[in-house]
């Protein structure tokens, strides 16, 4: 298997792969994750340009691992577990900000109501509301895929606890 230098865009192709693999399925895999299912394939697929290497065995009857792709899988969970655990804010190109606006009656009886708002994929976030670790999560509807420089008007899910 070819190194590779390490970026954030091959943590989410290593997050697509791992999530894959756990959930058994590449369609099980895109709803887990948010993601369209040709999304997630092709995010495999350039995980394997990059290697080099084909990570999974198709058939009629499903997917499973190569050799490589059973290689692969112990170091990218640890990678992905040690990435989960950096508290370093991520070097962007440019400064950049994004912005989200409340209705003043969501928050006037709360004047000393700090907000912090976490950004990570839908199952963290999901499990994370599960452990009463959000108070609020806003989630787009499945079948949703953009870019992040993509506008969208959507019905929001909101989960309150």
């Given at each position: 298997?070819?190194?590779?230098?390490?970026?954030?865009?091959?943590?989410?192709?290593?997050?697509?792969?791992?999530?894959?693999?756990?959930?058994?399925?590449?369609?099980?895999?895109?709803?887990?994750?948010?993601?369209?299912?040709?999304?997630?394939?092709?995010?495999?697929?350039?995980?394997?340009?990059?290697?080099?290497?084909?990570?999974?065995?198709?058939?009629?009857?499903?997917?499973?691992?190569?050799?490589?792709?059973?290689?692969?899988?112990p170091y990218a969970e640890r990678?992905?577990?040690?990435?989960?655990?950096?508290?370093?804010?991520?070097?962007?190109?440019?400064?950049?900000?994004?912005?989200?606006?409340?209705?003043?009656?969501?928050?006037?009886?709360?004047?000393?109501?700090r907000l912090r708002v976490d950004?990570?994929?839908?199952?963290?976030?999901?499990?994370?509301?599960?452990?009463?670790?959000?108070?609020?999560?806003?989630?787009?509807?499945l079948a949703v895929a953009v870019?992040?420089?993509?506008?969208?008007?959507?019905?929001?899910?909101?989960?309150?606890?």
């Amino acid at each position: 298997m070819k190194r590779l230098a390490f970026n954030s865009q091959d943590a989410a192709l290593l997050r697509s792969f791992v999530g894959m693999v756990r959930s058994g399925s590449i369609n099980r895999a895109a709803i887990l994750q948010g993601k369209t299912q040709p999304a997630l394939s092709q995010q495999i697929q350039r995980l394997e340009q990059q290697l080099g290497q084909s990570l999974l065995l198709r058939s009629p009857r499903g997917i499973r691992l190569s050799p490589a792709g059973e290689a692969l899988l112990p170091y990218a969970e640890r990678i992905l577990s040690l990435t989960d655990q950096l508290s370093l804010k991520p070097v962007l190109p440019s400064e950049q900000q994004r912005s989200i606006g409340l209705v003043e009656a969501f928050v006037s009886g709360h004047p000393r109501l700090r907000l912090r708002v976490d950004v990570a994929d839908k199952q963290t976030l999901f499990a994370a509301f599960e452990r009463k670790e959000l108070d609020v999560l806003v989630s787009m509807p499945l079948a949703v895929a953009v870019t992040p420089d993509q506008a969208l008007s959507l019905p929001l899910n909101w989960f309150l606890s």
